[in-house]
């Protein structure tokens, strides 16, 4: 492969993925054909690269997607929970504690709540602190979620221009078979034409 930069100046995406090489000339890639393969090579490489971050981010995607709604539901209920008088009487719930299984509740008025902040850990907060940090996880995992479609739609569009650029590579590649073959058979027709040849 040639010296010059596969990647346009290093320059990435805002989460620093890096954007793929735009040929428009094969010759600022490739200068011989002995190059063809490291080329071709070298793209296949990125594109396996960019195709391993869509499938982590896909899934990553999809985690935040399940997560979102939970969060929603946890910031509604505090904000419920907020607007019960002290003096109201227990309200009846039913709660999720697990997939399948339900546990019914008498739920007395409170001025704070229990939130699992993962790893086992689950910490007492007052009503006001807890829709403040629900309300922060929210918007981010809105905010990544954001990203991560952004990010998704950003590779999608990096492994096309390599497949363009792959494909542009090889066929430069068979034009230059093709050519070489041409002046190959010129040069016998030259060789037979000549008296001695």
Avoid at 10 to 19: E, F, L, M, V
Avoid at 86 to 98: C, G, V, W, Y
Avoid at 123 to 133: C, I, K, N, S
Wanted: proline fraction near 5%; glycine fraction near 4%; charge should be negative.
């Amino acid at each position: 492969m040639s010296t010059k930069s596969v990647v346009k100046d290093g320059s990435t995406n805002p989460r620093g993925i890096p954007y793929a090489p735009f040929v428009d000339k094969v010759e600022d890639y490739v200068s011989s054909r002995a190059e063809v393969d490291g080329t071709m090579k070298s793209f296949q490489e990125m594109i396996s690269k960019y195709q391993f971050m869509e499938v982590n981010i896909q899934r990553r995607s999809a985690g935040l997607k399940e997560k979102i709604p939970d969060i929603q539901k946890t910031v509604d209920t505090v904000r419920f929970l907020k607007t019960r008088k002290p003096d109201s009487d227990p309200i009846e719930a039913t709660f999720e504690l697990n997939d399948t299984l339900y546990a019914k509740a008498h739920i007395p008025p409170t001025q704070e709540v229990y939130l699992w902040l993962g790893a086992n850990v689950m910490l007492a907060y007052p009503l006001d602190e807890a829709e403040t940090l629900l309300d922060s996880k929210l918007t981010t995992a809105k905010q990544n979620l954001s990203n991560c479609e952004e990010d998704l739609d950003f590779l999608r569009e990096q492994i096309t221009t390599l497949e363009v650029a792959t494909a542009r590579v090889y066929n430069w590649d068979v034009t230059s078979k093709r050519k070489e073959k041409a002046e190959g058979a010129d040069t016998d027709h030259e060789k037979k034409a000549l008296p001695g040849g």
